[in-house]
């Protein structure tokens, strides 16, 4: 299971991601939908360790990522 908790980023003043929290249960299919500009791409690299979080977390099958 991929679970976030909390999850910001900001960019200097502009807030990116604002506190989005979730959790995708193994063999979900999950869809990841917002218009341009809504923070999709920027929370991927959050789960993916690619960004670091201004502040939440994220664990994938329980480990921190």
Do not use: C, W
Request: no cysteine; hydrophobic share 35%.
């Amino acid at each position: 299971m991929i679970e976030a908790v909390g999850l910001t980023k900001r960019y200097g003043a502009k807030t990116a991601v604002d506190d989005l929290s979730f959790q995708v249960r193994p063999g979900a299919v999950t869809g990841f939908l917002g218009p341009n500009g809504s923070g999709k791409s920027t929370t991927m690299r959050m789960i993916l360790g690619l960004d670091r979080p201004t502040a939440g977390h994220v664990t994938i099958g329980g480990h921190p990522y």
